[in-house]
């Protein structure tokens, strides 16, 4: 059983890296096809924020290369520089979908209220499960090893949970910044600009699905481990 639990983990793995380099590819691509209406990322986020009347959001620029995230905490857009700056299908694209998720905030959608609300669960999970599932390991033979790989499971089982809700989240807005991208003719003049922006958001929210498909295998390998040798004891 063991064995099987780990043969499902590596291939998650392998289509994790396929749909990551394919993703990559495609950002890369239509971050070099320039957008006719020759708007940025900054001034795409702010008109789709102001078209759905938010003006308390603040849109910066963080450091690094998609690290594009929208912080309900502190109410800010969070654009990297070449989505921030960028003029570009991709820049437009990845800008609308992290405005999507400041719609979402407000207007209260409850999936992502209870992913904002699982968060510090998930910080403790996480530091959790990275010290307590090698002890379980380690000490798999004893009592307390088979506790620590109980404590391990829920951690995992936390964590796979947060990763589900996500999927809904990250939809919802890529939905939210296409149709407003379709509304609104003067950023995206071309149905072929809004295609490739369709494709861009699709192969983002991929890496999100097999990111919960590697979760679902890792809980099913721990479940293996600790139940299956359980029942062969």
């Known amino acids: 059983m063991g064995s099987l639990g780990l ?18 590819n495609r950002f890369r691509e239509y971050s070099e096809t320039p957008l006719l209406s020759g708007m940025s990322g900054r001034d795409v986020a702010e008109k789709m924020l102001h078209d759905h009347g938010i003006y308390d959001v603040q849109i910066v620029s963080v450091e690094g290369s998609l690290t594009d995230h929208y912080n309900p905490q502190t109410h800010t857009v969070n654009l ?8 570009s299908i991709a820049a437009a694209a990845v800008a609308a979908h992290e405005c999507g998720h400041a719609v979402q905030h407000a207007k209260a959608y409850a999936w992502l209220q209870f992913r904002s609300a699982m968060v510090p669960v998930v910080n403790v999970s996480a530091n959790l499960l990275q010290w307590v599932f090698m002890l379980g390991i380690i000490m798999a033979a004893s009592s307390m090893g088979y506790t ?36 609104n003719r003067g950023i995206m003049q071309t149905s072929i600009e809004h295609s490739k922006a369709k494709n861009a958001l699709w192969w983002a929210a991929m890496t999100y699905v097999v990111a919960a ?15 299956g040798g359980r029942r062969s004891s």
């Open 213 to 227: 498909l590697g979760s679902l295998a890792q809980l099913l390998y721990l479940a293996m481990i600790l139940f």
């Open 148 to 183: 620590l790989l109980l404590i391990a499971f829920g951690a995992m089982l936390v964590m796979t949970l947060f990763s589900l809700v996500t999927l809904p989240v990250e939809f919802d807005a890529s939905n939210r910044a296409l149709a407003w991208l379709q509304t």
């Open 7 to 24: 043969i499902i983990i590596i291939a998650v793995a392998l289509i994790s890296f396929i749909v990551q380099a394919r993703f990559k």
């Open 80 to 87: 990297s520089p070449e989505v921030y700056a960028g003029r």
